[in-house]
Nanobody
């Protein structure tokens, strides 16, 4: 069973930065997909950033140029560096992992990010 544990959320002022980290209980070296999603109150969960085992990354238009996803295969962690944060970035952020194409999606418990002055 894959377990994902997020950390690093909190309260930050607009324009500030936060770094989220997700620790996986499995070796992520060959993992097909690791990603970050978020869900704001009253809204559906949406993807934020994705990285694959081929090294490709993709970002939602709303965070492009401000967020950076990275994975450390030695530590089995996936981080999300968030800069120039805006109030609309406020949400619960979830770590996601899929070990193979068409495989099961695993989720962390989520970490709250609040951007407010």
């Amino acid at each position: 069973q894959v377990q994902l544990v997020e950390s690093g959320g909190g309260l930050v002022q607009p324009g500030g930065s936060l770094r989220l980290s997700c620790a996986a209980s499995v070796n992520i070296f060959s993992t097909f997909k690791t990603a970050w999603y978020r869900q704001a109150p009253g809204k559906q969960r949406e993807w934020v950033a994705i990285t694959t085992n081929l090294g490709s990354t993709e970002y939602a238009d709303s965070v492009k140029g401000r967020f950076t996803i990275s994975r450390d295969n030695a530590k089995n962690t996936v981080d999300l560096q968030m800069n120039s944060l805006k109030p609309e970035d406020t949400a619960v952020y979830y770590c996601n992992l899929r070990q193979s194409f068409g495989g099961v999606d695993y989720w962390g418990q989520g970490t709250q990010v609040t951007v407010s002055s």
